[in-house]
């Protein structure tokens, strides 16, 4: 089967351009990565090259080795993703040590796959473990609202936690785990992937402070569904504190706990704290 015929594919173009069509991916900003079934590399075993050099990853991801991942290019703009994808994306293997990779498919004009590899692989192998292997998908986007958030708010999982599941009664029961925040870093590097990926034990959704957001999930809908509420919220919590008096009634820790027991999600006492 020709790569860009596989439905993971095209799942993964059409997040990519739903992604900017939501105004998250300026420039080459954001990347997403995706963690393929045997059944999906085997439907495009014919493809894929085999004669191409390892590379190292820049950190090491023993539990994923011989898994093969579909990511973005780095410097490549999520916006050209729909109309060339073997241009902008790579197929990789991780090999047998779990330090490299190699390209076995995409980056037609040259390029590397994205320069936070290293957070998104992280990512992926606490993922795998913590859900059994369900979560296939991380995504990395520079949405305006959660960023302009940490200009304002104290740098912490309970602030934005709390904050963000304020904003809307969905918030709770889409991300009942919380929010981790990782403080200003450098990106691109292994400090801010093991910073981020120690996150990932926890929730599903970690922010850079200054720079964008991680989101893991299970599958392309969800994934970007988690960007697209923890993004909405923000929005509105932008709005609230723009409008400058402050809330004048907000939801409290009491329906958190009722909206928990008839939605069937535990949320931790941690992000019920009394203001
Ligand atoms: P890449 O173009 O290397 O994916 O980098 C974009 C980005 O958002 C870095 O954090
Ligand atoms: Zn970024």
Redesign the pocket.
């Known amino acids: 089967m020709k790569v860009t015929d596989a439905k993971f594919m095209q799942g993964f173009i059409r997040m990519a351009d739903d992604g900017f069509q939501q105004g998250w991916h300026e420039r080459?900003?954001?990347?997403l990565s995706y963690r393929m079934t045997e059944e999906e590399v085997e439907s495009i075993r014919g493809e894929l090259k085999k004669d191409t050099a390892w590379i190292p990853i820049g950190t090491e991801v023993p539990d994923l080795r011989g898994e093969y991942f579909t990511v973005?290019?780095?410097?490549?703009y999520m916006r050209n993703v729909i109309l060339d994808p073997e241009a902008n994306l790579a197929v990789i293997e991780i090999d047998e040590t779990g330090k490299n990779y190699r390209i076995c498919w995409g980056l037609r004009d040259g390029g590397r796959p994205?320069?936070?590899l290293p957070s998104h692989l992280m990512n992926h192998e606490v993922k795998k473990k913590a859900t059994g292997g369900k979560y296939r998908v991380i995504y990395?986007a520079?949405p305006a609202n959660t960023i302009a958030l940490t200009f304002v708010l104290p740098l912490t999982d309970e602030a934005f936690t709390r904050e963000l599941w304020e904003m809307a009664t969905e918030c709770p029961v889409v991300f009942p785990s919380g929010i981790g925040v990782v403080p200003w870093m450098v990106?691109?590097g292994r400090e801010i992937a093991v910073a981020t990926s120690k996150l990932m034990e926890q929730y599903d959704v970690a922010i850079w402070a200054h720079?964008?957001m991680f989101c893991a999930g299970e599958d392309f809908d969800l994934t970007f569904g988690l960007m697209h509420t923890v993004e909405k919220s923000a929005e509105i919590l932008v709005k609230v504190l723009s409008m400058g008096s402050g809330k004048r009634q907000t939801i409290q820790p009491d329906d958190f706990r009722r909206l928990a027991k008839d939605f069937h999600v535990t949320l931790p006492e941690k992000f019920l704290y009394e203001k």
Do not use: D, F, M, V
């Not at 080459?28 to 990347?31: E, P």
């Open positions: 080459n900003g954001g990347n973005t290019g780095s410097g490549k994205t320069s936070e990395h520079h990106p691109g720079h964008g």
